[in-house]
């Protein structure tokens, strides 16, 4: 790997809660991928999966508005001519393209959080007309919960796996290139130029992080209890 340029400074880019966030999401999303292959009794722990990702996903769509600076849409969803530029490594001063999530990561991460919300949600309507249903099932009808059904055991399930394996791919490409990924997902910092936007991650971003997920949470298990 390149060594530290000099004039780098240690930057906090990925706050706490980001951080949390991204790995319980990884471990809840690999779960819940295995149970639903084992099946059986496993499957009491899929929808213990599916519900944490559900809290999950709603935290992270109100994180995205008052997170940390780089874990807020604002700062990483680009247009798609910006997102051109930066395929064509044309970088204006100021955008800063490369600290959070690139232009190319952040349609990538979209993806993947739109195709887990369809998961999730198909998964609460879904029958397998054996012996276990989604908590929501009951307030559809029976073809309407079986398409929903088809869907997320078929299309849904595969589509995330593909997303899941080309992420590790590119955080295997980007680290064979000299870019370190996961090392900022862990500490949360990066070496960057002078002048780069730092988030905030102090306590009182922790507690309002706490009280949204607890929120989150609350709602969740509101909802799925019926």
Known sequence: MPGTQEGENSVRVWDLPTRVFHWLLAVCVIGSISTAKIGGNAMEWHFRFGYVIFTLLAFRLL?????????RFASFVRWPGTTWRYLRGDHRPGEWLDIGHSPLGAWSVLAMLAFLVAQVSTGLFAD????????LAKYVSTATSLKLTAYHKTIGQWVLITLFALHVIA?????????????????????L??????????????MLAAVLALACGAGVAWLVSG
């Open 171 to 191: 955080i295997i490409v980007y680290y064979r290139r000299g870019r370190d990924l996961v090392r900022p997902m862990i500490s949360g910092d990066k070496l």
């Open 63 to 71: 994180w995205g508005f008052v997170g940390g600076h780089w874990s």
């Open 193 to 206: 130029p002078p002048g780069a936007p730092a988030a905030v991650d102090n306590l009182r971003t922790r």
């Open 128 to 135: 397998d007309e054996i012996a276990h249903s989604g908590p």
